[in-house]
């Protein structure tokens, strides 16, 4: 008999709720086509379900007519994709997580301080992207992903840098980072609040709580998400067999067999009906007893735009 433990918190933050709803206020006001840069949030679900009523999502602002609605997916923008948005005259709503955009004027002050700035991150996502092109001083940006390159960055004035980190970052491989580079760097410029977010934190305390009671874990999300990516990585790290699923055909039946208990999670961006269809998923292969963990009350709510509260 299998028993599943799902994980408290889990699923979408304030900052993907938030994007959603903006999308949903524009297509309302406004009507189809609307066009979001990049994707809104990274799931397969949520995309999908937009993508029928009408918006068009895009890599790069040349896919946009002139004049058109246009909308800043939450993991946000360089500032030279808002100038170019402001020349060719979109009508843009800016859905960047707000967090992000705590990020994206720390790396502002760097820069008027005429600071370098090391970004703690990953390689190609477009949190990272948008970060890096927030940066206008006379320095360099130094992307660093792990403790290796933490060792071995060179940075053009070891007494004048400054630290920021990608939001989605797994809390314990961040530490060990950031504490390379203090020891190498004393003299530098870290933010007296941590970049990675409330809910990344809470929901990878949620798994090491799970991971001391289940056998194996089944995290709902997209592969292309780095927080859903980050539960994964833990779990595994505490000796648990990890599963990252955007389906619920991707579920394999084995997976339940030999296996007591069963947890469950959802990284920030993963709906809570795609939790659900899981959970009946699992029912239908046996799964006897589903039992909801306790957690950390969630509270944060982000404004919508000014623009949208008319």
């Not at 890096?132 to 004048?160: F, M, S």
Request: glycine share 8%.
């Amino acid at each position: 008999m299998t028993h599943v433990l799902l994980a408290n918190p889990r699923g979408f933050c304030a900052g993907v709720e938030r994007a959603i709803a903006i999308v949903e206020q524009v297509l309302n006001n406004f009507g189809a086509p609307i066009y979001v840069h990049n994707h809104i949030v990274h799931n397969r679900r949520v995309v999908g379900d937009l993508r029928a009523r009408g918006v068009t999502f895009v890599r790069d602002l040349s896919e946009i007519p002139d004049g058109a609605v246009c909308i800043f997916s939450a993991h946000g923008v360089a500032r030279r994709v808002v100038e170019s948005a402001e020349a060719r005259g979109l009508k843009v709503f800016d859905a960047t997580c707000p967090l992000v955009t705590k990020v994206h004027i720390e790396v502002a002050r760097y820069a008027q301080a005429g600071m370098d700035c090391i970004i703690v991150g990953h390689s190609g996502h477009p949190e990272i992207e948008g970060t890096r092109g927030r940066y206008d001083g006379p320095g360099q940006v130094y992307l660093v992903e792990d403790v290796e390159q933490a060792g071995a960055v060179c940075v053009g004035n070891p007494e004048r840098v400054g630290l920021v980190s990608q939001t989605t970052l797994s809390v314990r491989d961040t530490e060990e980072i950031v504490t390379v580079l203090r020891r190498r760097f004393p003299e530098i410029a870290v933010p007296r609040r941590g970049d990675i977010c409330y809910a990344t934190q809470n929901r990878q305390n949620a798994v090491l709580e799970l991971a001391g009671r289940v056998e194996r874990l089944l995290v709902v999300g997209s592969p292309h998400s780095s927080n859903s990516n980050r539960l994964c990585e833990l779990a595994e790290a505490e000796g648990v067999p990890a599963h990252l699923i955007d389906a619920v055909d991707a579920i394999q039946p084995e997976w339940l067999s030999d296996v007591r208990y069963l947890g469950v999670t959802a990284g920030a961006s993963a709906p809570e009906t795609l939790v659900q269809e899981v959970l009946e998923r699992l029912r239908h292969l046996g799964a006897e007893r589903i039992v909801e963990m306790p957690g950390a009350p969630e509270r944060v709510r982000f404004a919508m735009p000014k623009e949208l509260c008319a």
